[in-house]
């Protein structure tokens, strides 16, 4: 059974902007925190934004300003709103909760691919 599905992503030119929405099920979306993931290629998998059951949200400092994370609590779905995007930002983004992150439970979903041109 799908738990976490993402999608939204896609080719953009640098300083452009793209908005990620991961639909999540409910076990996954009443974790206390719950955060977007990116990994580029040959690199580890690194938190880029969280956001706590009240709202409270944190960034990257590589996307602090740039990024916005947000969550509707009636469709259970996650959002990263991506602004002024940069090649850098290159990456498979994934939505899951830092808490099973943290106890290394197997909820991976697929990503969605975000690609930045220059």
């Known amino acids: 059974q799908v738990q976490l599905m993402e999608s939204g992503g896609g080719l953009v030119q640098a300083g452009g902007s793209l908005r990620l929405s991961c639909r999540a099920s409910?076990?996954?979306?009443?974790?206390?925190?719950l955060g977007w993931y990116r990994q580029a290629p040959g690199q580890q998998r690194e938190l880029v934004a969280s956001?706590?059951?009240?709202?409270?949200?944190n960034y990257a400092n590589a996307v602090k300003g740039r990024f916005t994370i947000s969550r509707d609590d009636a469709t259970n779905t996650l959002y990263l709103q991506m602004n002024n995007l940069k090649p850098e930002d290159t990456a498979i983004y994934y939505c899951?909760?830092?808490?099973?992150?943290?106890?290394?439970?197997?909820?991976w979903g697929q990503g969605t691919q975000v690609t930045v041109s220059s």
């Open positions: 899951n909760s830092l808490a099973f992150v943290a106890a290394k439970v197997d909820s």
């Open positions: 409910g076990n996954i979306f009443r974790s206390n925190v």
């Open positions: 956001i706590s059951i009240r709202d409270r949200t």
